[in-house]
C-alpha cells in the first residue's frame, strides 16, 4: 500500500517540541522524507532516510523511525517553521513516488 | 547555485494541451533522475511523472498516465512535460525536482528515492 496518513495539523507554542508522525505499511521497509512547505513557497527537505539532516538544515529538525510509522520532531519551535510538512517515499526502483497528507504546524 | 526554473504554465481550455519546461543549472542534470510534482490549490502535493538519467525509464501516476509525457534535454539541462488532453483536476502548480537517490545494498530498509533541490513552479489552470 503507498498511502501515508499524517495528522492534519499540530498546534505548539514557540520554544515546544513539536512532532508530527506518518504512517503506512510501506515505512517498514522504505526511507521517509520530510518537506517542508511555507505559503507560497515550494517545498524545501527538511529529513532524509528517516534521520538524516540536509545541509544547512537546523540541527532543530530531526526524524525517527519505528515499524510502519515515521516522525519529525522540531524542538525548540521557532515562528519561522510555521509551515505545512509533508512525508514522502517511493516503491524499491523510484517507479512511485506517494506523499503524505500533509500537516500543518502552527506556532501559537 | 543549484536552480530549476520551471515555465510554460499558464491557461488552457479543457481537453486541450500544454508544455512545461523546467531549466536545470549548477549540477550535473545528465547523471540525475529527475520528477515533476503538483500541488492543487489548497491540496497537497501529488506525484506526477519521473524520468530516469538517460529517458530509459519513464513512471506515471494514474491519473496522468497516457495523457502526460515526459522527456528530457541532457545537451539542453532540460526536463519537459508534455501535457495532453487536460482536465480541470489537472489545474496545479506544478514543480519540477531533482532525485535523491539512497541506493541500499544491505540493511533493514530498501533503496528508496526523495527529491532533494525544487523549482519554484509553475501554474496550471485549466478552465474554459
Known amino acids: 500500500s503507498y498511502e501515508l496518513t499524517q495528522p492534519p495539523s499540530v498546534s505548539v507554542s514557540p520554544g515546544q517540541t513539536a512532532r508530527i508522525t506518518c504512517s503506512g505499511d510501506?515505512?517498514?521497509?522504505?526511507?521517509a522524507y520530510w518537506y517542508q512547505q511555507r505559503p507560497g513557497q515550494a517545498p524545501v527537505l527538511v529529513i532524509c532516510?528517516?534521520?538524516e539532516r540536509p545541509s544547512g538544515i537546523p540541527a532543530r529538525f530531526s526524524g525517527s523511525s519505528s515499524g510502519t510509522t515515521v516522525t519529525l520532531t522540531i524542538s525548540g519551535v521557532q515562528a519561522e517553521d510555521e509551515a505545512d510538512y509533508y512525508c514522502?517515499?517511493?516503491?524499491?526502483?523510484?517507479?512511485?513516488?506517494?506523499f503524505g497528507t500533509g500537516t500543518r504546524v502552527t506556532v501559537l | 547555485e543549484v536552480q530549476l526554473v520551471e515555465s510554460g504554465g499558464g491557461l488552457v481550455k479543457p481537453g486541450g494541451s500544454l508544455r512545461l519546461s523546467c531549466a536545470v543549472s549548477?549540477?550535473?542534470?545528465?547523471?540525475?533522475?529527475m520528477t515533476w510534482v503538483r500541488q492543487a490549490p489548497g491540496k497537497g502535493l501529488e506525484w506526477v511523472s519521473a524520468?530516469?538519467?538517460?529517458?530509459?525509464?519513464?513512471y506515471y501516476a494514474d491519473s496522468v498516465r497516457g495523457r502526460f509525457t515526459v522527456s528530457r534535454d541532457n545537451a539542453k539541462n532540460s526536463l519537459y512535460l508534455q501535457m495532453n488532453s487536460l482536465r480541470a483536476e489537472d489545474t496545479a502548480v506544478y514543480y519540477c525536482?531533482?532525485?535523491?537517490?539512497?541506493?541500499?545494498?544491505?540493511?533493514?530498509?530498501?533503496?528508496?528515492?526523495?527529491?532533494?533541490?525544487w523549482g519554484q513552479g509553475t501554474t496550471v489552470t485549466v478552465s474554459s
Open positions: 525536482a531533482r532525485v535523491r537517490e539512497d541506493v541500499v545494498l544491505v540493511g533493514a530498509k530498501q533503496s528508496t528515492y526523495g527529491l532533494d533541490v
Open positions: 549548477g549540477f550535473p542534470f545528465s547523471i540525475n533522475s
Open positions: 524520468i530516469n538519467d538517460n529517458s530509459a525509464y519513464r
Open positions: 510501506a515505512l517498514a521497509k522504505q526511507y
Open positions: 532516510k528517516d534521520n
Open positions: 514522502q517515499s517511493t516503491d524499491r526502483i523510484g517507479s512511485v513516488y506517494f
